[in-house]
């Protein structure tokens, strides 16, 4: 009979069909090979390019099934922020002292193309001047005539000339071959910014900074779009000094509505839980642990209970968000996380870079500016789940006639499915959220 024991899903096993080194596995998970050793001290002793023997059990950190696109080691915020701190201001002093022992440039010996031909121009033109003048004098100084006194054939022949010389075919670069020219010449896509002054805050964080030095940096996380979609959907600024809770209640989708939401949440990036339980106290009857299912999870279902805390997810640590600053938060560039807020949206989510806040963009230095939308994607029209055909201007949570929770409809499809024979529609079974008249929800 087969062992009941749990299986660890964020493990490599090695066996004789699948012998790699460690180099290998870090190319195939894209976790370096120095987390790799941190993760597995036993293989110290391996070098990267050696095979691993036989029955090697290389533990990886625990992660999403949508990774994203995540690059360099895992890091903690606070000190690669305070890293950062010290690389600008030894680069300050740098500048400072090879400014004072610059000498002065000499003047430049190359031209660019079209220096060379304005020079050329003007030669030409001095050239030319003496027989200008005395041709013009014999026309009568009419201002008709003078186009016609200019010989233009040897502009054309000089510019010919450096455009001759400055042809790129010449240089043997791929790049500038005819028949490279699509690849190397698609226009970068950039993300699509529609952000107003009005969207760029929704709540503030209102409370003290005890900050003793000066805020140098904002970290900025792109959340994707809700029911796990990879859709950039807009991108948070925040302080290394404030709560993660601070971004929970800035962060708004189209699932925020004004009617009394869950305020269970939590996010999971790097490997770790953190929690939002600032209403467990208050509103201790409406708190759950919305965690607790995932980490208590059976990967194989009936195995033994008792080492399930050291399995899978259930080996993440688990924090709460009021006493976590994002200072704390150890991750990696471009990995997903995930959040879910209001009980059940779920969003992907990741630290898409980082902005020095001494940049000429004179970014905001106060606490009370974060968090701070930077980016927010053009919204769409939601369609209405019945026909897909009309824009939703009414949303039903909790209807158990519709095939979701919540639900968009337009009109004539929402009086179809909850009118009575007589035509009344019942609006008490479920929460119906209506738009204002002329407005549509948009995502």
């Known amino acids: 009979m087969p062992s009941k024991t749990a299986l660890d899903p964020f493990a490599i096993v090695i066996d004789a069909a699948n012998q790699a080194s460690l180099a290998a596995i870090s190319a195939q998970t894209t976790i370096s090979v120095s987390d790799l050793r941190v993760l597995n001290p036993g293989l110290d002793s391996y070098t990267h390019l050696e095979l691993l023997p036989l029955g090697t059990v290389v533990h990886l950190p625990p992660r999403l099934e949508q990774r994203g696109k995540p690059y360099g080691n895992y890091f903690t915020i606070g000190p690669m922020e305070e890293a950062l701190r010290s690389l600008e201001a030894r680069l300050d002093e740098l500048v400072a002292k090879e400014q004072t022992q610059l000498p002065a440039l000499p003047s430049r010996k190359i031209l660019s193309k079209t220096e060379r031909i304005i020079g050329m121009v003007r030669k030409e033109g001095e050239r030319q001047l003496a027989r200008i003048k005395e041709e013009y004098a014999e026309c009568g100084e009419r201002s008709t005539v003078f186009q016609f006194l200019v010989d233009v054939e040897p502009v054309k022949q000089l510019q010919r000339d450096v455009e001759d010389e400055f042809d790129g075919g010449k240089l043997h670069l791929k790049a500038l071959e005819s028949a490279n020219h699509a690849t190397f010449n698609k226009a970068w896509q950039h993300q699509e910014n529609a952000l107003t002054e009005a969207s760029r805050w929704s709540v503030r964080d209102a409370s003290e900074d005890f900050c003793l030095e000066e805020h140098s940096h904002r970290w900025e ?195 179809l499915l909850h009118a009575t024979d007589e035509g009344v529609v019942e609006e008490d079974k479920c929460i119906v959220i209506k738009h204002h008249d002329g407005k549509y929800f948009s995502s």
């Open 221 to 415: 996380f792109t959340f994707l779009s809700p029911d796990a979609t990879l859709e950039a959907h807009d991108t948070w600024a925040v302080l290394s000094c404030q709560t993660l809770g601070s971004l929970i209640d800035a962060f708004e989708c189209r699932n925020c509505l004004p009617v009394n939401m869950s305020k269970n949440a939590f996010i999971f990036i790097g490997g770790t839980f953190y929690i939002d339980n600032r209403h467990a106290g208050i509103e201790g009857e409406n708190y759950d642990d919305l965690t607790a299912p995932i980490r208590h999870f059976q990967p194989i279902g009936d195995g033994d209970s008792g080492n399930m805390n050291a399995v899978a997810f259930g080996r993440c640590p688990v924090k709460y968000m009021s006493e976590t600053t994002f200072a704390d938060l150890d991750l990696r560039l471009g990995e997903f996380g995930v959040i879910r807020h209001i009980g059940w949206c779920n969003h992907y989510f990741y630290l898409s870079s980082v902005a020095s806040l001494r940049g000429p963009e004179r970014y905001d230095r106060e606490r009370g500016a974060y968090p701070q939308r930077v980016m927010r994607a053009p919204r769409r029209a939601v369609r209405c789940r019945m026909c897909r055909h009309f824009p939703a201007t009414i949303v039903c949570y909790k209807d158990e006639l519709s095939p979701s929770s919540p639900c968009p409809y337009c009109v004539p499809c929402f009086e």
